[in-house]
């Protein structure tokens, strides 16, 4: 079977196309001759379901499925029933990269859905661009991932990693003087995710004259948190800031309630929206915040089908992950119905980059548009733990509570 690839390594480019191939528009074949039917479209998908990231990347795998189960339904794609084929990266970006390398040289897919974690989607989105692929990815939120030159490259999310606490820094520095925290310590993941979370509150602070007092970052793999929640609780920081997953936040607000460290503010990335969480730390979650692409009330009509769909498969409302998986089919899509092709021709693939690049997709995290380098260009919102329950509290238009300034206890 021939199908055109264009593949680039070094500057260097180099075709392969058989003389049978050359005779089609471009050395491009159809979905159906790369598919080996006619009646499926075949989407590849590396997701980290062993390893340091596969508590989230199981609940992107849980979102894509539910996205081809919805799709199918309801006509397919293009009319054609939709395949996800899978491959375990176990959050490793050597493996992810050979993966999409399989995907679309064995497995012949039709197109492609990004990985889970920025560490995953650097490697996999270059093996994309390399092929041509449009990649439109729902995790990697990292600034680095948008200033490797991809011009294939979707994030189906709000907003990137460094502003996904922006409306926190807001309302952090229009509260009055004598709540304002002066001082705050830092824990984040070595992880370029976790740290642009983090680190993008981080500056917004420290410009505004409140004190770093502690910035300890850790590997991935760590689970002993001892010692760092003995560094952040010496310093009797007025908030603390975790730019984290899921398990390393528990570990860590575990090993803070340990020392009786009690902070005025707390926020920890992606780890307060898995439903999970609150068991996890003993149910002392009041006040706790995180920054969300998403919620399951949003009024959006996407979303309230997605929900209705989601939890009828599983019993319980999508989180996060799953609605940016969702999400990411979603965009691809929209694409592929706009344009009318779903094949790996450098000709469609490229078709549907420029229609992203040009277009808005309603989506279930709200609409989104994107800059020349992949960046949404939306806002993500504040939950926080009131009452026991996760409620979104900025922006104030949005909000499902009042924002509490001063954290009662963990």
Known sequence: MSVFRTVRRGGLAATACLALAATLAGCGLSSDAASG??????????LPLTGDFSEPGKGVERGYEAWAEYVNENGGLLGKQVRLEILDDQSSADRVASDYEKLINQEEVDLVFG????????PAAQVAQDYGFLFVEPAGAAEEVFTQGFDNLFYAAPAIADDHYNLLAEKILSMPEGQRPRSVAYATMDDPFAQGTAYGL????????????????????????????????????????????????????VALQQLDYQPKLAAFSTAPTNPEFPEAIGSKTEGILSPTGYTPDASYPENQEFVEFYTDLHGEPPAEDEANAWTTGEVVAAAVEAVGCADPSQECQQQLIDWLH?????????????????????????????????????????????????????
């Open 358 to 410: 040009e277009n808005t997709v309603d989506t279930v995290v709200g609409p989104l548009s994107w800059d020349a380098e992949g960046r949404p260009q939306s806002a993500h919102l504040i939950q926080q733990y009131v009452d026991g329950e996760i409620r979104i509290v900025l922006p104030e238009d949005q909000a499902e509570a009042d924002f509490i300034p001063v954290k009662p206890e963990w």
């Open 115 to 122: 990985p889970f974690s920025t560490r995953l989607v650097v």
């Open 202 to 253: 981080k500056d917004k602070l420290e410009a505004a004259g409140i004190e770093t007092v502690a910035d300890e970052v850790y590997p991935p793999n760590t689970t002993d948190f001892s010692s760092i929640a003995a560094k952040i609780a010496d310093t009797e920081a007025d908030m603390v800031v975790g730019g984290t997953q899921y398990q390393d936040a528990v570990n860590l607000i």
């Open 37 to 46: 039917s006619e009646d499926e479209i075949v989407i590849g998908v590396s």
